[in-house]
């Protein structure tokens, strides 16, 4: 090619498409159980090579796991070769305290000689997922994962979507990676033996997605708030299977899976939470943060004139209904100006904050009054 002007250029463009199934289920480790069997099917009909990642706090309130990996890799040997012992690593957020736990496995993987057509299969917290999906998306730049969550902030949000990322920096996911799993299964079995602070720790996200999307889902949380707050599975699983879709959904048909622009409606309440989170040194979990950083901007939303008294209540009575607390004395060292700094960096671009103009109804503002928001943070702590 001959350079006839000052630049010649070659419009390089091609789209490539993801399918993954996340399937609900129980005993999802049960021999008889097709769920698991039809993911690895799906990757071919080879033998498939795989190495399992598990939880430790998981492994040590079902020490029955292990026999249970094993059991269903012999019941199925013309599908699943175990390249090595079960991966035990650290649970919860301190998986995701720098890249230790993603060197480890990623030392793992070497060392077993997996390849891009190999499988990881990570059963543990939404943290453990993070981290492990981090080193798979890495490790030859990319081999096949699938996510056991086994939380029900895992099932309803963190396992089932395409970000993989641990802390670094004292930031929240500031390394990490735009990595589908192959597939991901939810198994309900799970989440009998989680404390429940972590059953409750869900129940934020679904709240949280309901705001800015469904306000028919809102209202059945609403209606089902005493079963939510004494986690009776049928009012449970319900709300993760409804919750886990419409984050699927707005993954799926939102426009920007991978988050090239600026607006991250999913992370309602996120801004203040991500922060309470470093500032509380994971003494505040996730979902926690969550609660209290979804009541915060609902707060500012009906002060800044958006959203009626009379939903505003509704909100608090929700996120009180099942047994969250409003307040933390944390969120009196809130720097609300750097940590929405922080968050308008994460995406890029300018700042674009995700409030509530109605129940089911989000939307993006460019500016957020930091006095405004402050008093806000204080008529929380008056409230509580
Ligand atoms: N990638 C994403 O899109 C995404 C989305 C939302 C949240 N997240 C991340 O997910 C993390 C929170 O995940 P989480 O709420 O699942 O918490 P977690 O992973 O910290 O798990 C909570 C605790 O429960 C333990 N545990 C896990 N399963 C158990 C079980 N079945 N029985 C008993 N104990 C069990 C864990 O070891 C941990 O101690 C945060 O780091 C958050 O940033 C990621
Ligand atoms: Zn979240």
Redesign the pocket.
């Known amino acids: 090619m001959t350079l006839s002007g000052r630049v010649s250029e070659i419009r390089q463009e091609f789209a490539v498409r993801y399918t993954y199934p996340v399937c609900f289920t129980r005993a999802a480790l049960d021999p008889d159980n097709p769920a698991l069997p039809n993911v690895f099917r799906e990757g071919g009909a080879a033998r498939h090579r795989v190495l399992v990642v598990a939880?430790?706090?998981?492994l040590a309130?079902?020490p029955n796991l292990l026999d249970a990996v094993r059991r269903f890799a012999s019941a199925h040997q013309d599908l699943v070769e175990l390249v090595g012992p079960v991966v035990a690593v650290v649970?919860?957020?301190p998986?995701?305290r720098g890249l230790t736990t993603v060197r480890r496995l990623q030392r793992v993987i070497e060392r077993h000689g997996l390849c891009r057509q190999s499988f990881l299969l990570a059963i543990?917290?939404?943290?453990?997922?993070?981290a492990v999906?981090y080193a798979a998306g890495t490790a030859h730049r990319g081999i096949r994962l699938v996510r056991m969550?086994?939380?029900?902030?895992?099932q309803n949000?963190?396992?089932v979507?395409?970000?993989?990322?641990v802390?670094a920096f004292g930031k929240?996911?500031f390394l990490?990676t735009f990595a589908p799993p192959f597939a991901v299964v939810n198994d309900f079995d799970?989440?009998?033996?989680?404390?429940a602070r972590?059953l409750r720790?869900?129940i934020a996200?679904a709240v949280k997605v309901a705001l800015i999307r469904d306000a028919a889902f809102f209202r059945e949380l609403c209606a089902a708030r005493d079963a939510l707050a004494a986690f009776e599975p049928r009012a449970m699983e319900p709300m993760i299977v409804r919750c886990a879709s419409l984050h699927l959904e707005h993954i799926r048909a939102g426009g920007d899976p991978f988050e090239f622009g600026s607006a991250r409606p999913l992370d309602f309440g996120h801004w203040s939470a991500?922060r309470l989170?470093v500032l509380t040194a994971g003494e505040v979990?996730?979902?926690e943060a969550v609660a209290l950083g979804v009541a915060l901007d609902s707060l500012y939303s009906y002060r800044r004139g958006l959203l009626s008294r009379e939903d505003l209540e509704q909100i608090f009575e929700v996120l009180e209904g099942v047994g969250f607390r409003l307040h933390h004395p944390g969120l009196a060292g809130l720097d609300i100006a750097a940590a929405l700094e922080e968050f308008r960096e994460h995406l890029g671009g300018s700042l674009s904050i995700t409030l509530l103009a109605g129940l089911g109804r989000g939307v993006e503002v460019g500016e957020i009054d930091c006095r405004l928001m402050e008093q806000c943070v204080e008529a929380l702590g008056e409230r509580a």
Do not use: I
């Open positions: 939880d430790q706090n998981l309130v079902r649970g919860g957020e998986a995701k543990g917290g939404g943290a453990v997922l993070d999906g969550p086994t939380t029900v902030l895992g949000d963190a396992g979507g395409v970000k993989n990322s802390n929240k996911n990490g799970f989440l009998a033996t989680l404390p972590e720790a869900g996200e991500h989170e979990g996730h979902g």
